[in-house]
């Protein structure tokens, strides 16, 4: 088990909701939660008899105050919604674990303290408005369908344990409902994950990341391998001439922990078995985050520059390419009045050759089982005892919006592709139909993936714009049918 949350709860969201969820079933269709309004909990708790003010002089980020407002609510239940207060109560906290913390004591000022001051609640002691904040910050989910975004806890949710390469993925609905899909056909008596930081970070940042944020250390079979999965994703090639082989941490599970050393933090080549310290890969890397922090954004060009800057010196997998080539497979195009089909043909297979790759990457780390219903057997599915015997058409992945990005960046350029090719060289019927058939099939990929996405994030809308090109791209597929005879659309 890695940093599981046992313990479930009906919770709050913010800004303002209660969110008790409705359903627990993980079969391959919704955990749905919904919210009903809880805003008073502000109004209530501040003593009217006090004449205290908080002078708001900075208008374009939230005022420092906020930060007690999720706080404030969960404490607001232990008197106006009992059975909420005690399964809030029971979650985890990890309080032992963030007393050793900087953000502990600075939680105890600008939190414990100020509540207990400001708003007048002297029945909490400190420790308990601080047992509060653990539970938000271990428990908590960003939700990103406001601006900026907030932070909501769920039920369902608090059940699921994490793990680098989850078997479960989330989405959130435009009111902020939490949805959770697995991601394949899970066991009966197996573990449902989710990942609770990035699965594009490298090891040593999604570890340090967890430790700060959830205060435990993943010991998962990812982190463990220092080739992650076989990826080389946190690799730097090895200098030692003329090796062509790539640098590996030694104990990735001791980078960055207490118990790290100069002893066992070294870095190996696995080709050459040449032995580097830690801090010289640190330097590199720091190097390479520097130069990527002043990219400009949105720049295909930069984006093009910094690959050809770095590729000596990373492996093509690592993290921080991968991070470029994401952006870089998006931005093809968007900088042409005409769209793909501006660009110069040197970019259009740029595109399709990032995109395959980054595709093939994906679904490596964190893998999707795209499942055609009635691919499992109802014999096969009953025998396994599997959770997943309702399935969807399709199974999503805990990086499903990546991936359906991918799929949808890279239907549109299969499809300008062939067109190309049909106007310049005159292509056989067949043969584009074959090109434009492959084009449905990434969109319709794209269009299972994204379609919980709220439209109010680019994926969603992503997700609208694929459902009106499958129509378009289904019109045009009837149309050659009728031209060329019998032929699968």
């Not at 979650?91 to 100020?114: G, N």
């Not at 089909?341 to 040197?346: A, K, L, S, V």
């Amino acid at each position: 088990m890695y940093g599981v949350n046992r313990r479930p709860t009906t919770e709050l969201n913010g800004p303002g909701y209660l969110t008790p969820c409705q359903g627990g079933r993980l079969q391959g269709k919704l955990a749905l939660v919904t919210l009903l309004p809880v805003r008073e909990a502000e109004y209530k708790a501040k003593d009217p008899t006090l004449h205290l003010s908080v002078s708001v002089k900075t208008f374009h980020q939230p005022h420092p105050t906020y930060q007690c407002l999720l706080v404030l609510r969960c404490l607001y239940q232990r008197d106006s919604n009992p059975d909420v207060w005690k399964k809030l109560q029971n979650l985890e906290s990890h309080c032992e674990e963030r007393r050793k913390t900087s953000r502990y004591e600075e939680d105890r000022v600008a939190v414990a303290q100020f509540v207990r001051h400001f708003f007048n609640l002297q029945d909490f002691s400190e420790e308990q408005i601080l047992r509060v904040c653990g539970i938000v910050q271990v428990n908590g989910h960003e939700v990103p369908v406001t601006e900026p975004p907030h932070v909501a806890i769920y039920e369902t949710a608090s059940l699921l344990e994490h793990h680098c390469r989850p078997n479960c993925s989330k989405s959130f609905t435009s009111s902020g409902g939490l949805i959770i899909r697995t991601a394949e056909p899970i066991l009966k008596g197996k573990h449902l994950s989710i990942c609770y930081s990035d699965a594009l970070w490298g090891t040593a940042n999604r570890r340090h990341h967890l430790s700060e944020t959830k205060f435990f250390w993943c010991t998962c079979e990812r982190c463990a391998d220092p080739t992650e999965l076989g990826t080389f994703f946190s690799a730097i090639r090895c200098k030692n001439s003329p090796c062509d082989g790539y640098l590996l941490s030694e104990h990735p599970l001791l980078q960055g922990t207490p118990e790290e050393t100069p002893l066992n933090s070294e870095w190996r080549c696995h080709t050459c078995r040449v032995v580097v310290p830690v801090i010289e890969v640190l330097e590199t890397l720091e190097k390479v985050g520097r130069y990527l922090s002043s990219m400009e954004k949105g720049d295909p060009r930069s984006c093009e520059r910094f690959q050809e800057q770095f590729e000596n010196l990373l492996h093509p997998n690592h993290f921080y390419l991968t991070d470029v080539q994401l952006a870089l497979a998006q931005l093809y195009g968007q900088d042409c009045p005409e769209g793909l089909q501006g660009i110069r043909d040197e970019d259009l297979q740029k595109k399709i050759k990032l995109c395959r790759q980054l595709l093939a990457l994906v679904d490596h780390l964190v893998p999707c089982k795209l499942l055609v219903l009635g691919t499992y057997s109802q014999d096969y599915l009953e025998e396994n005892q599997a959770l997943s015997t309702t399935a969807d058409p399709a199974g999503a992945s805990a990086e499903n919006r990546v991936r359906g990005v991918l799929m949808f960046e890279l239907h549109a350029v299969v499809a300008e592709e062939a067109r190309r090719r049909a106007n310049r060289d005159g292509m056989d019927p067949g043969e584009f139909r074959d090109r434009l058939l492959e084009s449905k099939r990434l969109l319709t990929d794209a269009a299972f993936l994204l379609q919980y996405e709220p439209e109010v994030l680019p994926e969603g809308k992503m997700a609208v714009q694929a459902r009106k090109n499958l129509e378009d791209l289904n019109v045009l597929l009837q149309n050659i049918h009728v031209t060329i005879g019998d032929s699968p659309i």
